[in-house]
């Protein structure tokens, strides 16, 4: 079976991006041929063969954005780059001038993109991943019945995220979703809220995110250790002059304290340091230098919040460490990534919106303790499963009409407590990470293109 998958880039760090990658392999897994035009956020193009993906910018600070549409014609070989321009496909120009901050959401040409690459990849299925515009430039193309179509969507927080809809009216929306063969969520919080706002007729079809469970593990105690020595190489410490020390002692005596993150306004870096903090100084019986916070996030100051203002803020150049050891695109693999979870005692976010908590679940199958705000997708993993805190109250994310979350620092700082207390040390974490392997994710998949008699497109 022949799928092509229309999202934003497979090697950024958005999470349309990881679920990208995760669903390529999933497909692949079972013998499909698939394809990945990247009609969103990022003009990358992703090689199905080879599994690898190439980007077309490799100077972002340059150029945020390419001057155009952009994929990859291929047919078992990398044939190039092409975008469309003046009126056909050609391969992609470096002279081109590009147009900062333009998005594949603004460009006129996107079904003509979209269909030249459908009439060269031959689809049997069409998946869009969130983007209204994706969606619609799939909607309006001529070979739309040529193919079965679904369009994936997810939230942000407690709302719809406004990529998903790209500030179109209601009655546009309900167009698009109509158009589909099929719509398709994360969660059942998701799909009430489009009921809500786009009635019964937006009603989708509720297939989780998947972990690999094979890879996220507890690891044996000897490897455990091996890990916490390698992992020690790669963490820094920032110092009062705002370098960095490699002089890092041994974890394995010290409460670790894990959040993954990228350094953007939503994940709020300065409340985590706030509620490690809080917990540092609370807690009976604590001696709170043995406290340590390790973050995974890019240090550099170039976006996000200003960390070494943050170490200085709160004298935390002995117990809040960076780990480094990431590529320029931010994502480290599975097994890095729980090497990672194998030096932490409990895990901890602090976000304001997450579409589906994937660290979160990472944590949970390498039987991490997980203290997060509460979030409606999440929040359907079950009871007692996560340490998750009340917000402090709901917000707007500036320049939209999604809803954010504020979390509650005291709260999660009592979350910590408990943890290293043992408090609140579920049992089930394994179990529950274990309901959403990708092996009975592809159950949900299969019996979707069973419905549209196309066969069995992914051998469960």
Known sequence: MKILIVAPSASNHYGESRLTRDLVKMFRSSGNTVAHIALGHEYTAFNAELGETFSTLKDHSQCCQAQGPVLEYQNGHQLGYLIYK????????????????RLMEEDLHATQTFTFSAASQKPDLVITLGSYQAGVAVTASPLRRSFKHVHYVTMEGTSLPEVSFGGADDASIRTLLASA???????????????????????????????????????????????????????????????????????????NILSIARNTERKNIPLLFEAVDQMRHETPGLDKRDVRLILHVPADVYRGWHLSHLVDKYKAWDWAYIHYQY??????????????????????????????????????????????????????????????????????????????????????????????????????LRSTALKYDWFKVKQFWTKLTDSFNLGTIINA
């Open 181 to 255: 063969d099929a719509i398709v969520t994360n969660s059942e919080a998701a799909n009430k809220e489009l009921i809500r706002r786009f009635g019964s007729d937006a009603s989708a079809l509720v297939i989780p995110e998947g972990i690999d469970t094979d890879t996220f593990v507890q690891l044996p105690t000897e490897a455990a250790d091996r890990l916490t020595r390698t992992n020690r190489t790669n963490l820094v410490k920032i110092t009062k002059d705002g370098g960095y020390s490699l002089d890092i002692e041994d974890l394995s005596d010290t409460f």
């Open 327 to 428: 590529n320029p695109d931010f994502h480290l693999d599975d097994k890095e990534l729980n090497s990672l979870f194998s030096i932490a005692d409990v895990y901890l976010s602090m976000s304001s919106a997450e579409s589906w908590n994937t660290a979160a679940m990472q944590a949970v199958s390498a039987s991490v303790p997980v203290v997060t705000p509460l979030f409606p997708t999440s929040h359907e993993w079950g009871d007692e499963v996560l340490f998750e805190t009340q917000p402090l109250m709901t917000i707007l994310k500036p320049g939209t009409h999604v809803e954010w979350v504020m979390p509650d620092t005291k709260h999660s700082a009592d979350g910590l407590k408990r943890a290293y207390e043992g408090t609140y040390a579920p049992d089930n």
């Open 86 to 101: 003046e009126g056909q496909m050609v391969p992609w120009e470096k002279e081109v001038p590009c147009q900062k901050g």
